[in-house]
């Protein structure tokens, strides 16, 4: 089975859902500045979510190009994870729209940790489908502590949502701004391996 195909429906996907959150937002009533003031709350959760599918997209680029070989046991938990990005326009108009009430980031937060233990789950399928433990791909992600810390800050964040509700937005942006910093790590074991 050929990953060409695999990378360009999730492509795809993840540019359906960018299209779908842009389309949320509307246009301004009024020609003032002031006008742009109630759209605020809305702008703000789709830049958050924009950083995220961003996020995850060069993130499944590299993980893709890592793996050598695909089979059918990829495309369920590919599935899986574009299951979960594909719910993040509904909760960003959600958000945006509620001013991030409590239960719209308590909802997010799950969507958030969803995608993070899909994208988990699709990386160790291809771990173990390219060499498991000795894979270039496995060497790259290492320990992964970006990978494990994030879902129990999304837990956080959930927990956080019903008490401190600036607390659990804070969180959502803080592990956005930890993954918005670029991991080389796969691209430097690309690199290393011989063609």
């Known amino acids: 089975m050929h990953k060409t195909r695999l990378e360009a429906f999730s492509d795809g996907v993840l540019a359906i859902i960018l299209t779908i959150m842009v389309l949320e937002l509307k246009v301004p009533h009024g020609d003032s ?27 499944h680029h590299h993980l893709l190009s890592s793996a050598r070989q695909i089979n059918g046991s990829v495309l369920w938990p590919n ?6 990005l594909s719910l993040i326009p509904v909760s960003t108009g959600w958000m945006g729209e509620n001013h991030f009430a409590p239960a719209t980031l308590a909802v997010y937060g799950v969507i958030l940790l969803g995608s993070a233990v899909a ?6 399928r291809l771990i173990a489908l ?3 433990d000795d894979a270039p791909l496995a060497r790259a ?5 970006k990978g494990k810390l994030s879902p129990v800050f999304y837990l956080l964040g959930i927990a956080s ?3 401190l509700p600036w607390l659990a937005g804070a969180i959502y942006v803080a592990v956005a701004l930890l993954w918005l910093v670029p991991d080389r790590r796969i691209e430097r074991s690309l690199r290393a391996q011989p063609e």
């Open 79 to 84: 599935l899986h994870l574009l299951f979960w």
């Open 119 to 124: 994208y988990f789950l699709l990386q160790n």
């Open 161 to 163: 949502s019903f008490v």
């Open 141 to 145: 992600v290492g320990r992964d502590w």
């Open 33 to 59: 500045f002031a006008a742009l003031r109630p759209l605020l709350p809305v702008f703000l959760s789709y830049v958050l979510s924009f950083v995220y599918v961003g996020i995850y997209w060069n993130n």
């Open 130 to 132: 390219n060499g498991g």
